[in-house]
């Protein structure tokens, strides 16, 4: 477990910081536009496809890095290939799910077939984003490749996920309330997720180079 950790560094260093990088745009633009402070008319700047298009490049190389490692080193998910496979789906789905790349809004003038297919198209992407973040949590958590905290992170964003799903499907005010603020929440703990496996990645690389030391 050791060796397979402390061989993980720069995977999880370069994959960390990805995931952190990648999440800033998300919450800004959830955080501030859900309650936007005095004097901001520069925050429609976050609304450029720029910001989202390079958070979401990002985003997607962070993931494929986690996925299959760099260079010799494992994935966060081990040696499973359903693992590997997961993790990039989830890469896809979030950037169509948390704010990343902006899809049309239909509305007037629009015939009710067309309404229904993009309905059902917006249902079918989210259930395909929350299936392949519980596979991730499962079986990242099962490899244990990330350790601590990092362990419980892809769990934990996959519960909120999956709160935040449910919310959204009650019709009440208070439902509206929690859903805008579980909007700001999972890019967030996404954000959190990265400062944690990169934070892991910069202490196994540390240790690896204090044995590396030892043993010269």
């Not at 809004?105 to 309404?115: E, K, M, Y």
């Not at 490749?145 to 799903?165: I, Y």
């Amino acid at each position: 477990m050791t060796t397979r950790i402390g061989t993980a560094g720069a995977t999880l260093i370069w994959g960390g910081a990805g995931l952190a990088l990648s999440a800033v745009v998300p919450v800004l633009g959830q955080a501030l536009f859900l309650v936007p402070p005095p004097g901001t008319s520069w925050l429609y700047v976050l609304e450029s496809p720029v910001f989202g298009t390079t958070s979401a490049a990002i985003l997607l190389i962070a993931y494929i890095l986690l996925a299959f490692g760099v260079g010799a080193e494992p994935g966060i998910a081990g040696p499973s290939r359903l693992g590997r496979t997961a993790l990039v789906v989830l890469a896809l789905t979030t950037t169509l799910n948390v704010g990343y790349v902006p899809l049309p809004a239909i509305t007037i003038g629009v015939n009710s077939q067309v309404l229904a297919f993009a309905g059902i198209a917006v249902l079918l992407l989210a259930l395909v984003h929350i299936v392949a973040l519980t596979i991730v949590a499962v079986l990242v958590f099962r490899a244990g490749v990330l350790t601590g905290l990092a362990r419980w992170a892809f769990p934990a964003l996959a519960a909120l996920t999956v709160l935040v799903m449910a919310v959204s499907r009650i019709p009440l005010p208070w439902a509206i309330g929690v859903w805008g603020a579980g909007l700001v929440a999972i890019p967030l703990v996404l954000l959190l997720t990265g400062v944690l496996i990169l934070v892991q990645g910069v202490r196994a690389t540390g240790t690896a180079q204090e044995h590396a030391v030892r043993a010269g």
